[in-house]
């Protein structure tokens, strides 16, 4: 089978089917993984023979510390864990490389309602002395408070499990002053699709044929070097915290197991400082160009310090953000302004820095992001201020 072949398989597509038992999907899924790779004869078959060792011992460790929460053993659990994330750093970490360089540069939290006036403190993370009041879900620890931030106002709204939009408060955030490095479990198989199909040998007329085929070869260096490599180790871990929840009302959500785990870890480590990660509730469309340009993803930042109230003295020193804005308040303010659709060329170009979503999928026809009153507010808020709490 080709690397092609292969990645259309379901596994592949986050996020992936629950099922009532998860031992057993984990189970199925990891081993149809390992089954699918092994059948990779293609050009990239040597790539996959040199991972492949170290991607099997990965799925092991899933499935060996699947069995120990089940079994109640959950220091056993994370002791698999921790083995497995000091073999898979080099994989979902990008070394010397700052938050600036590799996302937006503005991320955005909003809440699902402001019956009054928000301030600052309120779009932060949950202060100290209302720990009590975090409950647990996906990358997230009971009690431990924790910043979450979207990459687009789009993201926020369907994490929220879609809001009425008019009346939700959103802030734009910046981090500044630190390089935050952060785990990168937004990997995904639209990248290698498009970069493969991409990446074909086609002589540019503007540009020679040596410098083509040169391009061409270091495109495929790209895909064999770092794409590959990386999705390939990174998949046993990808799928173990992509999976839907089954029982929603459960006290019990064996789906969350894993991504809390990566949160444990995050927070015993001292360069690592938040986990960037596949949102669950955006459907990407079925097309690889346009999954391929966008994608909708969120950031948890955990706290580096506590105490008895207030915030994480770190996260105040580097985190700036805007007051809250809701499309409301824009409209009475500016009723122009809130339906005027945003120019990027007039609006944008070489002011501001562009949406990270450029198009919506509500139906077969995708639509520009700027003319969406999502596209409409996210440029009024890059136009503000951001302040430190």
Known sequence: MTLSEVLNDPIFQFPLESSS????RI???????????????????QIVRANIKSAHETCSNIIGATDAIFRGNTAHAYELFTATMQR?????????KNYIELGPTSLFKARRTMEQQFTLQDMFHVPFEKRQDIPTSRFSLPGVPCL????????CWEE???????????????????????LDLGNDRQFIRHAISSFEYKPHPKISEEDSRKIHAINIDLVKDHLLPRYLNAYPLLAACYIKVHHRMAHFKPEYAFPQMVMQWIMSQDNIDGVKYLSTKCKLPDDDFHSFIQQYVNYAIPIQTYQESGYCEEMIKHISLTEPLTYELLSMESPQTAVTPVDYENDIAGKHFGPAIHFLHFNDNPSSYLKSTFGILEHQLSKLPVKLL
């Open 148 to 155: 979450y931030l979207g990459n687009s106002i789009y993201t």
């Open 88 to 96: 898979l750093e080099p994989y979902i970490t990008y070394p010397d």
């Open 160 to 182: 929220l499990d879609r809001p009425a939009f008019s009346q939700m408060p959103v802030s734009r955030f910046e981090i500044t002053g630190k390089n935050f490095r952060f």
């Open 27 to 45: 189970g199925r899924i990891l081993t149809q993984y390992r089954r699918l790779i092994g059948a990779i004869d293609d050009e990239y078959a």
């Open 21 to 24: 038992f998860f031992p057993k």
